[in-house]
């Protein structure tokens, strides 16, 4: 039987389309912290120097201030994009 195998590339963008769809639904509502996006999470600071994005990220999404969670998931979702990609 034949298993397909992603390489790191792709596990990497499929953490930050996870964070991504996160990101999108916190500006709506909070949104619930589960254990799939901790691993994305979790993942993704592996490539990265800092970790404070990740945990800005995963405080702000269940932040009940509308304009609070959005600026600060936004920001910390474009730091983390940053930190993976570069």
């Not at 999108?24 to 800092?50: H, I, W």
């Amino acid at each position: 039987m034949f298993y397909m195998r992603f390489g790191m590339s792709e596990l990497r963008s499929k953490a930050l389309a996870a964070i991504d769809e996160a990101a999108n639904k916190a500006l709506n509502a909070p949104v619930e912290r589960q254990m799939a996006l901790r691993f994305a999470l979790a993942f993704l600071a592996n490539f990265a120097e800092e970790r404070w994005p990740f945990d800005n990220f995963w405080r702000a999404i269940a932040t009940q201030d509308p304009k609070v969670r959005s600026a600060t998931v936004t920001a910390a979702r474009n730091a983390i994009h940053r930190a993976v990609k570069g």
